[in-house]
């Protein structure tokens, strides 16, 4: 349903173009709308004050990947994209756009509970590039397709799978572009983020206060960090504390949790890894460690291959790497999972992030834009097994 009143607030930003102030828009059945080389089939029309055409902001900003946020004391709308941050204030023809001052034709309203805008500024704001052809009636938008050039991606192996998906959809969508994704871990990412050695640094952790003097972070998905062990491991649920004290070495044998008379071998990852950071501090705590007799792995994909080779192994990984090959336990009786990461009862959940030095700009923050947008968020975060933003 949002994809279609993001089609129909598109198709008006070409009409808008194509016909003079004042002028009467044809009927959304007349006019063919491709958006990015689909066509789309709008239903709902906008609002149309003094020849200016008012959409819901909300709708728009959200689908496109946008936070909003409002000022009820103020009655300023504030929209921020990778690139852009875009203030409106209701009934005042004055808002700024990245900071630089501007006039819209028609001051944005309030109307039936909602913040509507003139969708032709609002379409400039973010860089949208519109055609309209009258020959054919035919209106067109390239945002997602208008990428061309190279672009590198390197950090967290736990987000490196959104990222991959977003990759190929988007070099599917576009002539003339290279994207490459790598792992190597969040320290790997955040590093070479830093360094320009990459366009976008990928972390499964938060960045310090020193990694965010020079870096702008971008939350893509949320994500749950599982215990694993091999399905036939008759343990189900750990407390937290008996998996901190699993993890520190301080209980060795399975049957200390209710398991097999067995001694726990444990598995870790590597120096750098998001992954191990948000262990350390969701599980293990302030001046803990997992235990140096733990096997290092230098993936998310290495820690699940180990576990499901052996029987008395546990480790942990990301929600978006566990499938029927291991088993995830429940941590004080709750299930990792989207809902128990939504409602905030999962001890363990974390955000997943993208990087760059300064402010996205261009084809990079075109890319962080489709990585938050309700597609990606639909067809990629979810299928991938994490946890959309919306």
Not at 82 to 104: E, H, P, Q
Not at 152 to 157: A, C, D, E, L, V
Not at 170 to 190: A, D, E, Y
Not at 249 to 256: D, F, P, S
């Amino acid at each position: 349903m949002k994809k279609k009143l993001v089609a129909i607030i598109l198709a008006l930003v070409l009409m808008t173009a194509a016909l003079p102030v004042g002028a009467a828009f044809a009927a959304s059945g007349d006019i063919t709308l491709i958006i990015d080389g689909n066509r789309q089939s709008p239903s709902v029309p906008p609002r149309v004050v003094n020849g200016v055409t008012l959409v819901p902001l909300r709708i728009i900003s959200e689908t496109l990947g946008a936070d909003v946020g409002w000022n009820s004391a103020n009655r300023t709308a504030t929209i921020t994209t990778a690139a852009y941050t875009v203030v409106f204030t209701i009934n005042s023809k004055d808002f700024t756009v990245n900071g630089a001052r501007k006039t819209l034709e028609e001051a944005p309203q309030i109307i039936d509970g909602s913040t509507l805008v003139p969708i032709r500024a609002f379409a400039e704001s973010i860089g949208a590039t519109v055609n309209y052809n009258a020959s054919s009636r035919t209106a067109t938008i390239d945002y997602f397709t208008k990428m061309s050039g190279t672009l590198t991606i390197s950090g967290s192996t736990t987000a490196q799978p959104i990222a991959q998906a977003a990759a190929d959809k988007l070099i599917g969508m576009n002539t003339g572009l290279s994207i490459t994704v790598s792992g190597g871990g969040s320290g790997t990412g955040i590093n070479d983020a830093r360094s320009g050695s990459v366009h976008i640094g990928m972390s499964s952790r938060e960045l310090t206060d020193t990694e965010m003097r020079t870096l702008n972070t971008y939350e893509i998905a949320k994500d749950a960090i599982a215990l694993i062990v091999h399905p036939s491991n008759p343990v189900r649920n750990l407390t937290k504390d008996q998996a901190r004290d699993i993890f520190t070495g301080a209980i060795t044998n399975w049957n200390q949790v209710g398991g097999n008379n067995a001694p726990i071998i444990l598995m870790t990852r590597e120096t750098g890894s998001g992954t191990l950071s948000t262990l350390n501090d969701l599980l293990l705590g302030s001046g803990n460690s997992v235990a140096d007799r733990a096997t290092p792995h230098a993936s998310s994909a290495l820690m699940l291959q180990a576990v499901a080779r052996d029987a008395n192994s546990i480790g942990f990984d990301s929600i978006g790497f566990v499938d029927g090959s291991v088993k995830a336990l429940q941590l004080n009786g709750t299930t990792p999972s989207a809902g128990s990461v939504n409602n905030g009862t999962y001890g363990m959940s974390r955000a997943l992030y993208v990087c760059t030095r300064g402010r996205a700009t261009g084809m990079t923050a075109i890319f962080i834009d489709y990585l938050r947008s309700l597609e990606c968020q639909r067809s990629i975060v979810s299928r991938e097994g994490y946890v959309p933003l919306v």
